[in-house]
């Protein structure tokens, strides 16, 4: 790595700039994409804490294994399937083939399973991102440890030592027929915000659950999924970390949701591989903007019984025209003071909550970390530069870190990220990329505090031989 860093630092300081020091390089360059990008591509990155383990693998290899396993397309709406379905324009990759079709499905494909060439003009962007999950979900199953063989491979090749990927929902197969009564009972108390009643309600829902071996599936998912695959690809080495957060699913009924919640954190409470939990899907979802408020008391409920798991909140994720404006005003500081969350992920509307300074201030108080998603919030919910709300938690002193969201779909890496938020923010310094660096890890969810300690000083030795190559004047 050193032998890389010396010859490309050669060149530059052939220019001119042998007697610069690391900030002095960075601020002349602040304003060169290319210039950015080679010096970000050689900076430890620390890790990436806001990643979606589907999101993040790019369309080629899944396309690939999509063809080679001959499935069926949809030629209509670019999904596939392992199965034929009775309805639709369904035709067999090895048809298309033959009939010299493959290459230019090929190209439609990419088109709706990432970002690769939009026009931003034929299509809503947020619908095009959350869409494309299920139209080329069915190519992952059965290819979870090459796909995480691929981030790790990323990774490395980018400098990010973590990754703390929101891996999958957990399967659990625990009939709730005889509990749909309470989906009703549970959102008319939301409603008027009855936290002790839609606590005494969950307390029912949870025994009958707990009855019903979701110690079990937890168990089986950490022991026969994770740690098989973690262990038997050797995920982890001297130079890499992964683990993983359980999720849950903003659209589903609330008894169905609360299952799956109870479930995950069982799974993050008995695995140190499971680093936590959190809840996914589009926040102004019909159902998510319905029950919002009632997530929150799910998961202040779940982290009641269990005390130690920590949970990430994606919040926020919302801007003007997306939700009603009345709708901006609240969902971070519900993460933050009914949930509990230990993070916030996205939290793009801050500048609209109705008491952001006051929030703002809270979570610099108490550690509340922000996962910063430039490149996702831009291509969703159409917010960057200015409008994004990053020098807000700046300024207020909330712990940031930067992340890539989906690097998959949106066709980005980690180092994108950096390069964004150095020209797009001149108040960010190299010292103040450096500590969003070292936030990294040290706001993980990583529970061996020794094996946290070891990154931290992995941290310290890269940055070293980073910053040697720029003698001070």
Known sequence: MK???????????????????????????????????????????GGDLHHHYSGSIYAEPLLNEAIAANFYLNTATMEVLKEKPATGNWELFSTLKSRGELNAYKQKIMEKWSVKDYNYVNYPSDKLFFESFGKFSPAIAGNFGQGLLELKNRALSENVTYIETQLSTIPANIKTDDLIDFNAKLRALATTRDDAGVTKLLDSVYKTILTRDAAVYAEDFNTNFVAKMHNDLKIDNDRFTMRYQNFVLRFMEPVDLFKNLVVAFISANTSPLMAGVNIVSPEDGETSMKDYWLHMVMFKYCHSQFPTVKYSMHAGELTLGLVQPEDLTWHIADAVHVAGAYRIG?????????????????????????????????????????????????????????????????????????????????DVSYSNIKKYVYNSIYYSFIQDETLKKKLLDNLDDRFKEFEANFPAK
């Open 346 to 426: 996205h939290g793009v509307d801050m500048a609209y909550e109705a008491k952001s300074y006051e929030l703002l201030r809270f979570m610099a108080k108490n550690n509340i970390a922000i996962e910063i998603n430039l490149v996702s919030n831009e291509f969703i919910l159409k917010v960057k530069e200015n409008r994004h709300p990053i020098s807000l938690y700046k300024e207020f002193g909330v712990p940031i870190v930067i992340s890539t969201d989906d690097a998959g779909i949106l066709r980005t890496n980690m180092t994108e990220q950096y390069v964004l938020l150095a020209k797009r923010y001149k």
């Open 3 to 45: 032998v890389i860093y010396t010859l490309v630092f050669s060149v530059l300081f052939q220019v001119g700039y042998s007697q610069s020091t690391v900030n002095q390089y960075f601020e002349k360059i602040r304003n060169n994409e290319a210039a950015l990008t080679a010096f970000f591509s050689q900076m430890p990155k």
